[in-house]
């Protein structure tokens, strides 16, 4: 990948990576040594950059993801048991010719998380019961022909309450907020800053422990994408990146506890926590969701 596809101004961070202004760094240079950006950013940052045959194989991996989402959504009502979620995503993936990444995944037991109310990511599917007026976030990531793609949803169980609209709508407004950040030439700092700033701004909390990642030829690649930070810190976002953004927004407070089952993540304060996630590649224009959805 040459340099020259990226759109940096003058007083912007280095396409490079160096942390310099582009005018003080690279801005000119580009002919003279037709800089490997694929080469860089895996020395600098272990960073695997995505060609365009593996950005097709991973938009397959989302579309399915996608499909999967869509019939988990379509059996979420009051009354199931949360392990019903489970043994739907397992069936449809292993159709589909994949495999659930969850699934042994450092010993994690199950195909799919199934996060309730007050439990913030990695709920294990169980004997837990949906009742009217939960919410539940599932999050699916299955692998095809070798290629990952991440993705989950927050839904309405029945009829929702105020809590219930307000968390899931301000938790889906971040992942919006944090993607329109994604673009060539910003940084992963520019990401979690439109994040944390309009959850706190709302009111809420951005979850610390958990950040979106790199992903693709792997479950969970470099770099990490928090979702906090500050304004132009942080890695420089260069075309065929692919990660995920993935708030976790807590309608109290930020902090949080993990059960015994050495899994599942509740908010510490028991207040309701919704999530949405996507798999995005950065293109030289911007972004595309390789899971795409709203
Ligand atoms: N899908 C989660 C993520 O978005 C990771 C789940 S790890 C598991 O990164 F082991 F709990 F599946
Ligand atoms: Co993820
Ligand atoms: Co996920």
């Not at 950013?41 to 399915?64: H, M, S, T, V």
């Not at 700033?197 to 610390?208: H, K, T």
Request: glycine share 10%; with cysteine; aromatic share 8%.
């Amino acid at each position: 990948m040459n340099m020259k596809l990226q759109r940096a101004g003058r007083n912007d961070p280095c396409p490079c990576g160096s942390g310099l202004k582009y005018k003080k760094c690279c801005l000119g240079k580009e002919t003279a040594g037709r800089v490997d950006l694929k080469q860089l950013y895996f020395k600098k940052y272990q960073i695997r950059l995505k060609g365009p045959e593996d950005i097709a194989a991973i938009q397959k991996a989302g579309r399915l993801a996608l499909d999967i989402l869509d019939r988990v959504e379509a059996m979420i009502r009051p009354g199931i048991a949360t392990d019903e979620i489970n043994t739907l995503v397992d069936a449809l993936t292993s159709a589909a010719g994949g495999v659930s990444a969850p699934l042994n995944y450092r010993g994690y037991p199950k195909s799919v998380c199934v996060s309730v109310n007050e439990v913030i990511c990695h709920g294990i599917p169980g004997a837990r019961v949906l009742n009217d007026g939960d919410i539940v976030n599932v999050d699916v990531t299955p692998i095809l022909n070798g290629y990952y793609a991440d993705c989950n949803k927050t839904f309405f169980v029945g009829t929702p309450g105020a809590d219930a609209r307000k968390i899931v709508t301000v938790s889906r407004e971040c992942l919006r907020l944090g993607m329109a950040a994604v673009r060539p030439g910003n940084t992963v700092g520019d990401i979690g800053w439109a994040i944390q700033q309009y959850a706190e701004n709302q009111g809420c909390s951005v979850v610390r422990e958990f950040v979106g990642h790199g992903v693709g030829f792997d479950f969970h690649e470099a770099p990490q994408i928090p979702h906090y930070g500050r304004k132009r810190q942080g890695v420089v976002l260069v075309p065929g990146m692919v990660f995920t953004i993935e708030p976790m927004i807590n309608l109290g407070r930020k902090e949080l506890r993990v059960l015994g089952d050495q899994w599942t993540a509740v908010t510490a304060d028991g207040s309701l926590s919704a999530q949405f996630e996507q798999t995005l590649l950065v293109t030289p224009s911007g972004f595309e969701s390789l899971t795409p959805f709203d």
